[in-house]
């Protein structure tokens, strides 16, 4: 148990579908992320948010959306999701937003888009 | 963009065999970190190197990270089965504003 918790843990959609992942870190920590993790390719960041406020966005597509009400929650909002978007999907939290950081990462939620 | 490759991509041993996966840059990195994940679960952190040349030890587990700050290794002497799963060297980029994964070394450790 890291003190970082996701859920779901397991999530089928339709690309239709508007669903949200969320996470939760009780390490009293200020900076969280978003990971993508597919088959056969390197763990992707996507977001990354340091006291609230989002501070990285990589390219990632419109179709995912960050929110973080506070610096213990972490939303992700998909809609319209694509087939290619099934992934585990990681949440990450870190004590500052900075190189020397250690991370923490949470189980994930596993996202399978149909 | 930066790049963090690591070779092997996938490593069988005999149980009892040593195992070793090389992490490699395209550029200069302030400190390397790397990060293991077991089938099914999730990254943990093992360890952090900063100086160039730095070297550290976990039980059998050997890091090191290189002169030029560009590559690192894993050495596991000795390995047991509950050494099997990814290992995952990670690095900032030359800002610090950027953290990136490497391909990851899957480890699996026949009885």
């Known amino acids: 148990e890291t003190g970082v918790t996701q859920t779901p843990r397991h999530l089928v959609m339709g690309m239709t579908n508007k669903k949200s992942l969320k996470c939760e870190q009780h390490l009293g920590h200020n900076a969280m992320y978003w990971y993508k993790q597919s088959a056969k390719k390197p763990l992707e960041l996507m977001f990354v948010?340091?006291?609230?406020?989002?501070?990285e966005n990589n390219s990632v597509p419109s179709r995912f959306s960050p929110e973080c009400p506070n610096s213990s929650h972490l939303f992700l909002h998909l809609h319209t999701l694509q087939p290619e978007d099934s992934a585990l999907y990681l949440c990450a939290s870190s004590h500052q937003r900075t190189p020397q950081e250690t991370q923490y990462f949470g189980p994930g939620t596993r996202l399978l888009v149909l | 963009g930066q790049q963090v490759m690591q070779i092997p991509q996938y490593q069988h041993v005999q149980e009892g065999e040593d195992f070793t996966t090389y992490c490699n840059s395209s550029t200069t990195l302030s400190n390397i970190q790397w990060y293991k994940q077991r089938p099914g679960g999730h990254p943990v952190f093992l360890i952090q190197l900063v100086k160039s040349g730095e070297v550290k030890k976990q039980k059998r587990l050997t890091f090191q990270f290189g002169e030029a700050k560009k590559n690192s290794s894993l050495h596991i002497t000795a390995t047991q089965t509950t050494d099997v799963g990814t290992y995952f060297c990670?690095?900032?980029?030359?800002?610090?504003?950027?953290?990136?994964f490497g391909t990851g070394t899957s480890l699996t450790v026949i009885p």
């Open positions: 990670a690095g900032p980029s030359p800002g610090g504003n950027q953290f990136y």
């Open positions: 948010y340091s006291l609230e406020e989002r501070v």
